[in-house]
C-alpha cells in the first residue's frame, strides 16, 4: 500500500484529533509538504549544488569583477569585465605605482597593458604593450598565461567540489544577495589541478619557495546558483576577495590594433642587444 493510502486510512479510522494529529495527517487536508528554498539546498546539498553552480556558471556569458587584497606585502585593487567565452578575456583597471589608473586587457595567453600617455614617447607613440605570457612563462617555469582564470569563478567552484572536506558556513547577505557560504582549504597540488601538467611541477616549486602548502578558498552563492564572491588566501603570498555583479551583462574587449601596439618581447630583445 502506498504512503498516501495509509494515511488516509490512519485518519478516517481516528478516533481524535489528537490521534490524528499524533498520526501526522489532518482528516481532509489537501496541502503538499513544503519545498525547501534553494537557500535551504545550498546549504543541505553540497556536492549538488556545487555542481549546479558549476552548471550555471559555465553557461554564464559574461560578469563584472571587482578584485581587492594583497600580495608580496603590496595592497592590490581592480575592477572591471571578464568574458568566459573561448578564450577567456578580461580587461580590467587598476592604479599604477604612482596612483595614475591602468588598463589591462587579456585576450587569452595575450596580455596588453595600456601605457600612460607620458611615456609613449619610449614606444614610438604606442598606446598599448604586448606581452605573451605563454612564451614568458616558459621561460620562466610557469604558467602565467592562467593568472586570470583565479577571478573566473568556475575555477574555485571545481577546486571545492575536487576537494575532501568542504564544508557549509552558513547563510549569509553580499552586496544585497542572499547567499550560502562554503570554505575548503586545499593543498596547493589539488589547486593547482587545471594546470597544465608540464608546468605543474614549476608553479609548485614556486610556491614551496613561499612556503605555500595550502590555500584557503571561500565562495559565496546566491539563489540562481551563481558566485557571488570568492576569496582565497594563499599563505605568505597574499590574499584575494573577488566579487561577481551583472552576469549575462554584454561586454565587448577587443584586441587593441597593430598600429597601437609594442610588443615587450621584441622591446627586451631590443635592449638586450644594446647593452
Given amino acids: 500500500m502506498s504512503l498516501w493510502k495509509k494515511t488516509a486510512v490512519v485518519a478516517v479510522s481516528a478516533v481524535t484529533a489528537l490521534a490524528v494529529s499524533a498520526c501526522g495527517a489532518t482528516s481532509g487536508s489537501s496541502e503538499a509538504p513544503k519545498?525547501?528554498?534553494?537557500?535551504?539546498?545550498?546549504?543541505?546539498?553540497?556536492?549538488?549544488?556545487?555542481?549546479?553552480?558549476i552548471d550555471a556558471t559555465d553557461k554564464t556569458e559574461s560578469m563584472t569583477v571587482t578584485m581587492k587584497g594583497t600580495a608580496g606585502g603590496q595592497k592590490i585593487s581592480m575592477q572591471g569585465v571578464l568574458d568566459l567565452g573561448d578564450p577567456l578575456k578580461a580587461e580590467m583597471t587598476t592604479a599604477g605605482p604612482d596612483g595614475t589608473p591602468t588598463t589591462v586587457r587579456m585576450i587569452g595567453a595575450v596580455m596588453y597593458v595600456e601605457i600612460p600617455a607620458k611615456d609613449r614617447e619610449n614606444t614610438g607613440g604606442k598606446r598599448w604593450m604586448k606581452m605573451d605570457l605563454a612564451a614568458v612563462g616558459e621561460q620562466a617555469g610557469m604558467d602565467l598565461s592562467k593568472q586570470f582564470e583565479d577571478v573566473d569563478p568556475t575555477k574555485q567552484v571545481k577546486t571545492l567540489l575536487a576537494t575532501e572536506g568542504a564544508t557549509v558556513v552558513g547563510q549569509e547577505t553580499v552586496n544585497g544577495a542572499a547567499t550560502v557560504h562554503y570554505t575548503v582549504t586545499a593543498p596547493v597540488a589539488t589547486y593547482l589541478g587545471q594546470v597544465d601538467a608540464e608546468l605543474r611541477a614549476g608553479v609548485e616549486k614556486q610556491y614551496a619557495k613561499l612556503g605555500v602548502k595550502e590555500i584557503k578558498v571561500d565562495l559565496?552563492?546566491?539563489?540562481?546558483?551563481?558566485?557571488?564572491?570568492?576569496?582565497?588566501?594563499?599563505?605568505?603570498m597574499g590574499d584575494m576577495t573577488v566579487d561577481y555583479t551583472d552576469y549575462g551583462k554584454a561586454v565587448t574587449i577587443e584586441t587593441p590594433p597593430p598600429a597601437e601596439t609594442a610588443d615587450f618581447a621584441e622591446m627586451l630583445k631590443g635592449l638586450t642587444a644594446g647593452s
Wanted: glycine share 8%; aromatic share 6%; net charge positive.
Fill in 35 to 53: 519545498q525547501p528554498s534553494v537557500l535551504e539546498l545550498l546549504a543541505s546539498d553540497l556536492k549538488g549544488s556545487l555542481q549546479k553552480t
Fill in 220 to 236: 559565496w552563492v546566491d539563489e540562481q546558483y551563481r558566485p557571488r564572491r570568492v576569496g582565497m588566501l594563499m599563505g605568505t
